[in-house]
Each structure stands twice: as C-alpha cells, then as structure tokens.
C-alpha cells in the first residue's frame, strides 16, 4: 500500500539537511513511500541535491515562509499561512497526503493540524503521545504537552486513545492503563486525579489504577495518561536525565587511568545497547491522537535518523488506520456520554 507523507522540510533546529536526509532515507528504505517535501524550494533542492534520489518518489511541495521555535503557535499560524506546518496540513487537508510531520514549532504543528483538519468525531481534546522506553519493551505516555488544564472526562479519553495506540501499533492485546499520581492509593492525588481515576475504575477498560513516577519507565502499566503540564515535565526531565547521564559517563570513561579505560572497552557494548534503547531518535516522533488527520510531532533537535523513524511511524500510523479505530473505541462507550461529559 502507498503512503504519502507530507514532511516539513523548514521544522527544526537541523533543518533543512537532516530533515532532508532523513526524508531520502525514509523513502530509500520503503520504496512504497511518496515523500512531500514542504519548504522552500531553494534550499530543499540544494539539500537533495546531495543525495542520490533516483527511483524515489520524492516530490517539493513550496512554502516560503517559516514558523520559528520561539514565536506564539497561533498568531504565527494566523498571520504566515504558507509556512511549512500550514502548508503541510493543507496539503493533507486537501488529500494530497495521508499524514505529516514536522519537527518544528509543537503548538504551531498542532494548532495548525486542528485548523486546517479539525478533531475526530466524539474526540473533545486530541494529546500528544509518546513512547516511553521500559525495561522490556515500551509504554505510552500522554499527554505531552498539548492540554494543560485537563478535566477527568479528557484524561478518560486520553486512555481510550492511547489504549487504541498501544494494541494496534505495538500489538499488545490487552494494554494495561495507568493514571499517573503522587501515590497509588486510589484516595491519594487532587481532584483531577481523583475523579479521573473514578471514571477509569468503571470504564471497562483495562484500568490498573494509579502509578507513581518511578513507574513511567516501570513494568506496571503499558499506557500512563497524565495532564500535559505533567507530561511536559515528565518528558522534559527526562530528556535531561539522559543527556547528563550520557554526559558524565564520557566524562567518567575519558579519565587516565588503564583500569578505566580497560573497563570503557568491556562495557561499551552493554552501554551502546542501553543508549540505544533510550535514544529519542529511534521513536522517530510522537502522534497527535485526536486529530482528524495523522500528525507525528518530533523532536525540535531531529536529526536524519530521528526524521527517518518517525515518518516510519507515520506510515504505521496509516496502514494499522488508527484514526478510524479510535473513532470506533470511543463510539462503544456512546456519543451521548462524551456530550454529557464534554459539557459538565
């Protein structure tokens, strides 16, 4: 089955040569790709100029303005609309494209992916979902930062989404589903936490109750639903964590001394396998579930690889139709109980 994705070749910190790059081995690698590359066409060309596209579909989509890191999401998307992100989500929006990507400004790419496309049905707030490296596996973890003042009935439907997430596209069947709290007695956390976990308890869904922050990267849960505020911070320390631990062990390993450099020599392997593990760039990107259109949000330090992966998980989010199973998920609990609720 053909894919084609729309890639916002202007979006971060390394574009547009790494987005470029990542873009060409993408389609080099799943030949069933269709690439749209969105930027300005001067410099996407010069950057596919030099890599060998021949017998890719690779194609440039021109948008000549730029949405910066640093600028409000939604004046930049009112006032530049052929910027890259908004062009991107036009040219989903007009069915050029299955899906987009982007690893530019966050709320620019999610603002204008709810303008131009809009929600799914019964879907009241979409979140941004992450995966989440576990000792045997990976968890998703939501939201990330799209919603900061949540209400119960919005973390509910962040559980049902990424419970959807969890079974189609890493196959667990029967995903566990956690609320992430300051405890795991079920009287322990504020009201959100408290009446979220009330709705979650009498879902019917696979609810395991409240996880504590130990056990984000823990063997309790396959989906952890928080607030984005929470999320964002969870996420963020977590990035910061991982780059000091990276940090010292270099500097730890660099030190004189032919027992330690002896020992960086045995372990290397081991080490090399754990980074790889936690490295951000082999998830590629984290979706905009919700959202009437696929949207794979990455990191605003995206190298080719992180681009590669995550227009991979684009393509996935495609082929395992994930959009129309949440649509289905959320009409099994009634349109009914989500009007009721979104209103209350």
């Not at 566990?176 to 936490?193: C, F, P, S, W």
């Not at 032919?258 to 754990?274: E, H, Q, T």
Request: proline share 3%; charged share 25%; aromatic share 6%.
């Amino acid at each position: 089955m053909s894919v084609r994705i729309a890639v916002d070749a202007m979006g971060g910190d390394n574009a547009p040569s790494e987005i470029v790059s990542g873009a060409v081995h993408a389609a080099r690698e799943n030949r069933e790709l269709e690439i749209i590359l969105v930027g300005r066409e001067t410099a996407v060309m010069l950057e596919l100029s030099k890599h060998i596209t021949m017998g890719l579909n690779i194609s440039i989509e021109p948008a000549d303005q730029v949405i910066g890191m640093d600028e409000s999401p939604a004046v930049a998307c009112h006032k530049k609309k052929k910027s890259s992100i908004m062009v991107c989500a036009e040219v989903v929006k007009r069915g050029r494209a299955d899906a987009m990507v982007s690893a530019g400004n966050t709320g620019a790419a999610m603002t204008a992916t709810l303008l131009s496309l809009g929600r799914l049905k019964n879907v009241i707030r979409p979140a941004i979902a992450g995966l989440f490296p576990t000792a045997h596996g990976r968890l998703v973890f939501l939201d990330l930062g799209a919603n900061v003042d949540c209400k119960p009935v919005h973390l509910f439907q962040f559980a049902v989404m990424g419970g959807v997430f969890a079974r189609h596209m890493l196959r667990i069947d029967r995903p566990r589903i956690a609320l992430l709290g300051n405890g795991e007695e079920e009287t322990k956390g504020n009201d959100l936490v408290l009446e979220t976990h009330a709705l979650l308890k009498n879902s019917g869904l696979n609810f395991v109750g409240n996880v504590e922050g130990r056990d984000v990267v823990g063997e309790k849960a396959d989906v952890i639903v928080c607030d984005g505020m929470v999320g964002n911070v969870v996420l963020k320390f977590a990035e910061g964590l991982m780059e000091y631990f990276y940090k010292g062990l270099v500097r730890e390993f660099s030190t004189r001394s032919i027992f330690r450099n002896f020992g960086a020599v045995l372990a290397k392997p081991v080490v090399k396998d754990f980074l790889k593990r936690t490295d951000y760039s082999e998830y590629g990107g984290a979706p905009l579930l919700g959202s009437n259109g696929v949207c794979i949000i990455s990191h605003g330090l995206a190298t080719a690889k992180a681009m590669k992966n995550a227009i991979g998980t684009a393509a996935d989010f495609v082929k395992f139709d994930i959009n129309r199973r949440i649509e289905e998920e959320l009409l099994r609990f009634g349109e009914d109980r989500w009007k009721i609720e979104a209103s209350a």
